[in-house]
């Protein structure tokens, strides 16, 4: 009972966030609307037994990532603006949001929907992630940090010939 | 009591227990911040209200009262009204997973001195919320609708983020050699048997890099410059009056008691003391006696704030992030390996 009251007002939290961040038209509303939906999914991600995960998910995501996100548009001067139509940015934009949808529907009908199956103590721990993280997932991980790289050298030299 | 209700009323007693005690600290931190610096300098400090001036927190607590809340023009209203609880409202919830004491033991019943006693994911806890207190800040400076509450909005995220990496690795460092992210487990790693000191001794670099980085995380002087008042006026709350800026107020104090504990848990052993054990005094008295050692190391890293504060000048801007960048962060990787390298080919000793 207490579970599902949780649950119900962190989703209901997610799901405002995310459509302030998609729809309000003042940038930093849009922005502090994500960052209480990435916050609401690290509480879910508790609530999914890995807190772990869940407590990450706020520090890189509400806490870096959302804090950089703000900053840049504060130091730029936010506006207010519509939405931009007609582009061939904003088409392509669509017709990628339309196939990421399929793809959650798909998922959603394939998965089972039920109470939530017992897992034992290990499951969710750091040891667990920490584990799954350098063996059964090294090259995801790996290949990962060499696109954040690639992102950081990419930054560099981008301001590097502004600079010059 | 029996079911939830064995939870939950200890849960509140505990809340209300750390609420008041975190807030009369604050209170008397700031009568101890004009006290001390008075006393460096050679006055005599608030002596008007009640003996000693005992009673100018509540005065000052009166007149922020009454004091008129003013909203800028330009001010973006919501998140205006909205900043300063987002600054107060994460240095009160960190208390959540400090352990504040060994155990109490009252009718039979043990009771944990910590508000969540089961929660082994302490550090990440207190990390992910002392990473949102920036929005504060950010949020506050921003909505204000003015350029020097821009300027200091500006100034106190960047340092935060930037200061923010020192005090990850450092704690990591700790983590990797105790193996655990449990304040009480680490707190009993430091003391109680052959060889076991306090952190700040072994882990001599990492206290170094962490408690640089605490007093840019906590804004204050010799990094204050998000409120720097020769340049930017009051900073990200130079518009805010009244109650609203008692909050940022006592959002920095509140931060600070946070820090303080932190740095306590970590690096000087918690609550316990050389060559005392608890066991001595009984399952009650030796618990509330644990409280009592926890609080006082806590004020005496205070005391260390507020001297530091009356005694540094404020650094230059660039000075900052250059202290922050190239010195602080290097070092606190060269600490990390050489943590690593030192448990991979000797182990625990």
């Known amino acids: ?164 | 009591m029996t079911g939830i209700w064995a939870i939950v009323i200890p849960a509140f007693v505990k809340i209300l227990v750390i609420i008041a005690v975190v807030m009369t600290g604050v209170a008397y931190t700031t009568l101890a911040e004009r006290k001390v610096s008075a006393w460096m300098q050679d006055r005599k400090g608030p002596n008007r209200a009640g003996p000693f001036g005992l009673l100018q927190p509540v005065a000052d607590g009166i007149k922020f009262f009454f004091k008129e809340d003013i909203t800028p023009k330009e001010a973006y209203r919501p998140i205006y009204l909205l900043a300063p609880l987002l600054t107060l409202f994460p240095a009160l919830i960190t208390f959540a997973v400090i352990p504040f004491g060994t155990s109490v033991t009252v009718a039979g019943q043990t009771y944990p001195l910590a508000i969540a006693p089961g929660m082994n994911l302490g550090i990440v806890y207190l990390l992910a919320i002392s990473s949102m207190s920036v929005y504060g800040i950010l949020l506050a400076g921003w909505s204000s609708g003015s350029k020097y509450s821009l300027m200091g909005a500006l100034r106190g995220a960047s340092q935060v983020i930037s200061y923010e990496l020192g005090i990850g690795l450092a704690v990591l460092s700790i983590v990797l050699w105790t193996g655990t992210f449990d304040f009480n487990a680490i707190v009993a790693d430091q003391t109680g048997g052959w060889g076991k000191v306090w952190f700040f001794i072994p882990h001599f670099l990492a206290f170094v890099v962490f408690t640089v980085s605490i007093f840019a995380e906590t804004n204050r002087l010799p990094f204050d410059l998000p409120e720097g008042e020769s340049e930017i006026v009051g900073g990200y709350h130079t518009e805010y009056s009244g109650l609203r800026f008692a909050m940022f107020f006592m959002g920095e104090y509140a931060n600070m008691i946070t820090a303080s504990a932190f740095v306590v848990l970590l690096f000087f052993g918690g609550w316990n003391l050389p060559f005392v054990r608890y066991e001595w005094f009984g399952p009650l008295w030796g618990g509330l006696l644990s409280m009592v050692v926890f609080f006082s190391k806590i004020a005496v890293c205070l005391f260390i704030f507020i001297w530091v504060r009356w005694t540094l000048p404020r650094f230059r801007y660039d000075q900052l992030m250059t202290l922050g960048w190239r010195r602080l962060f290097p070092l606190a990787v060269l600490n990390f390996v050489l943590v690593a390298t030192w448990l991979l080919l000797r182990g625990r000793p």
Do not use: C, N
Request: neutral net charge; proline residues 4%.
């Open chain 1, 1 to 164: 009972m207490t579970f599902a009251v949780v649950f119900f007002a962190v989703a209901f939290l997610a799901f405002i966030g995310a459509l302030t961040l998609v729809f309000h038209r003042h940038p930093v509303i849009a922005v502090l609307g994500m960052a209480a939906a990435t916050v609401s999914i690290g509480v879910l991600y508790v609530m999914l037994h890995v807190p772990f995960l869940g407590l990450f998910q706020m520090i890189v995501y509400a806490g870096a990532v959302m804090v950089i996100a703000l900053y840049v548009i504060m130091a730029l001067g936010p506006e207010e603006s519509g939405p931009q139509v007609g582009t061939v940015q904003t088409v392509l934009t669509y017709l990628a949001s339309l196939l990421f949808l399929l793809h959650l529907y798909r998922v959603l009908i394939k998965s089972e929907i039920g109470p939530m199956p017992a897992v034992d103590e290990a499951f969710g721990s750091i040891q667990a992630f920490g584990g799954a993280l350098v063996s059964r997932y090294a090259v995801p991980f790996e290949l990962a940090s060499l696109l954040l790289l690639g992102a950081m050298v990419g930054a560099v030299v981008l301001s590097r010939r502004q600079w010059q």
